[in-house]
Structure formats: C-alpha cells, structure tokens
C-alpha cells in the first residue's frame, strides 16, 4: 500500500541554523504534499503545501522542494528560532484519495 | 471563532464502556475525518465523509462507527472500548472531496484514557 517514510525522527540544531527534513513516498500517482507543525499538546496545523505541478516552493524562513522522479520532497526552515521546536509531519495524497502521514520529526531548538 | 471543535477534550472511562466523541467545523467544508495518533504521534486516518457519505474506511475495528447528520458534524462513537484505544483522535475537515488536494484544518483533539 501507500507509504511515506519520513526522516530524521529527531533533530536537534543551534538556533539560527538551518533544518532540513526529508521524506520520500511510494505512490508515484501522489499529486499533493502538505507539511504539519504540532506543538506538544496542540492540534496539527498546516504550514506549507506544494502540488505536483511545481519544484519549489517558499513563505518566508520555510521552503519545501519536490523531486516527483526520485519521489522526495523536503521541508526546509533557516534561521531557526525556539518557536520552531516542535513535531512536523510531511504527508501525500494518494491516489486512494487519502492523506498519508510520515511519521513525524521532533525539531528541538538549542539556545 | 474555533473552526473544527471536537468534544470532550478529554475522556477517561473504563473498559468496556461505549463512549461518543462529537465533532463540528464552521468552514463550510465539504469533508471531514476521524484520525488516530497513538503515544508514538503516528497519526494514522480512519474514516472520511464528504457531504455526509462514508468515502474512506480504514482497516478500524466495527466497535468504531462514525456518524455525519449532516456535512458539518462528524461524530464518533466506539463501543465497548480496549485498552488499546486509548490515544489521541483528532477530527479535520477540508473543502472540496475528498482526495481534493486541498489543506486539512484540525481540530483541538480529544483525549481517551481507558483504565
């Protein structure tokens, strides 16, 4: 079936640095791939999304990457503040018309 | 104005109890799910209704039987419960059908402890 593998599963970086995290998806009809932030004890939230038909897309620190042939997409934050330490999942929509969740990386921001 | 808004925020019941979770979204979205994420934050969908028709039902056991009166309600009720049911179940809704891609908005989730 589908599935969306999602890694590191933790990543700790100086603040100011940059994070990268990378999933890859098996569902070559996958069309639609959203990023979630979720803060301990919070709801999942919506902080990016690219469709299929672009590469690259950014909102200011925040960028996310597509490569639809090696089936990879990548979320990238630069300089990095304690706000971003939280949980982050990568999803993809399949062509089950279901959203697949990676399995989440915890980013911790050090001071 | 909360946009999904799931309650109770919390459950804690004991085994073998039947148990509901009522589920609401002011958007005016045309879809709306039932997620589950266990103590590893695996977050892992079992249900979606667009406009009050079942569209996806995961591998859940039976006990788990969602009900949608109407396109902005989605509840879920679960029988006789395990303790393996004990996580997190977050409803989301989204605009358009489902396999649209379109964002998913959450709601606050609700936390069930079985003893």
């Known amino acids: 079936g589908e599935n969306v593998e999602q890694h590191p599963s933790t990543l700790s970086v100086q603040e100011g640095d940059s994070a990268v995290i990378k999933c890859t998806y098996s569902?070559?009809?996958?069309?639609?791939f959203p990023w979630y932030k979720q803060e301990l004890g919070k709801r999942p939230q919506l902080i990016i999304d690219i469709r299929s038909n672009v590469g690259e897309k950014k909102d200011q620190r925040i960028a996310v990457t597509l490569n639809k042939t090696a089936k990879h997409f990548s979320l990238h934050i630069t300089e990095t503040q304690p706000e971003d330490s939280a949980v982050y999942f990568c999803?993809?929509?399949?062509?089950?018309?279901?959203?697949?969740f990676g399995s989440g990386t915890r980013l911790s921001i050090r001071p | 104005d909360t946009a999904v808004s799931q309650t109770p925020k919390y459950l804690v019941t004991q085994m073998g109890n039947d148990k509901s979770i009522k589920c609401e979204q002011n958007l005016g979205h045309d879809t709306m799910y039932w997620y589950k994420q266990d103590s590893k934050k695996f977050l892992k969908i079992m249900f979606s209704y667009n406009n009050k028709e079942l569209i996806i039902n995961e591998t859940v056991p039976n006990r788990f039987s969602p009900k949608s009166p109407d396109k902005a309600h989605l509840n879920l009720h679960i029988n006789s419960l395990e303790l393996g049911d004990s996580a997190v179940y977050f409803c989301?809704?989204?605009?358009?059908?489902?396999?649209?891609?379109?964002?998913?908005?959450f709601g606050d989730g609700t936390r069930l402890s079985i003893l």
């Open positions: 569902d070559s009809a996958s069309n639609y």
């Open positions: 999803a993809a929509l399949g062509r089950a018309s279901k959203i697949i």
């Open positions: 989301a809704s989204s605009q358009g059908a489902t396999g649209s891609n379109q964002p998913q908005h």
